[in-house]
Antibody
């Protein structure tokens, strides 16, 4: 069974940093692109970033470029999102998701972890 | 960035009704579109990929159609458990943007 479990969320002050983790199991993690998607309270979904299987290609939404870094550890089946220079508008539930092999889609999602940026 | 629009933002329908939810892209995206269902407090769930392919385990009352700039998610016979918000997402170019969502209420 495919499982994605996020952790690392919490309350952080504006300008602070936080590192999210996503533990993957039930599939061969090293063979999939992986993504982060966020959802601000009461708002819609926003794709944040994704990373290729070997970690050599990474893409970001403009609003987080230069502040967030996506990475992965294939040996430990883990995905990460390092978030620096956090702003109030980064407050959201952050989901880890697997990019589908079968076609254009995110086929499995974690339960999400809440990040709150506030003083 | 490619923009996706979903209108209306919400709709109400009765159990058994056929419901259609549109999604329009700001430029052609071929068939690089997915649909998701999100229930309150839950993670999104994949329904449709490549615009018209049904994801594994998804009831056959859900279907997707369209290509280029205009897409539609259809629910052939609305069920009470279909109360949710439905999002489209494009994969034609980075960033992989989502539409703003359509909330479906069951009368």
């Amino acid at each position: 069974e495919v499982q994605l479990v996020e952790s690392g969320g919490g309350l952080v002050q504006p300008g602070g940093s936080l590192r999210l983790s996503c533990a993957a199991s039930g599939f061969t993690f090293s063979t999939y692109w992986m993504s982060w998607v966020r959802q601000a309270p009461g708002k819609g979904l926003e794709w944040v970033a994704n990373i290729k299987q070997d970690g050599n290609e990474k893409y970001y939404v403009d609003s987080v470029k230069g502040r967030f870094t996506i990475s992965r550890d294939n040996a430990n089946n883990s995905l990460y999102l390092q978030m620096d220079s956090l702003r109030a508008e980064d407050t959201a539930v952050y989901y880890c998701a697997r990019d589908s092999w079968a076609g254009n889609a995110l086929d499995y999602w974690g339960q999400g972890t809440l990040v709150t940026v506030s003083s | 960035a490619i923009q996706l629009t979903q209108s209306p933002s919400s709709l109400s329908a009765s159990v058994g009704d056929r419901v259609t939810i549109p999604c329009r892209a700001s430029q052609g995206i071929s068939s690089a579109l997915a649909w998701y269902q999100q229930k309150p407090g839950k993670a999104p769930k994949l329904l449709i990929y490549d615009a018209s392919s049904l994801a594994s385990g998804v009831p056959s009352r859900f279907s997707g159609s369209g290509s280029g700039t205009d897409f539609t998610l259809a629910i052939s016979s609305l069920q009470p458990e279909d109360l949710a918000t439905y999002y489209c997402q494009q994969f034609n170019g980075f960033p992989f943007t989502f539409g703003p969502g359509t909330k479906v209420d069951v009368k």
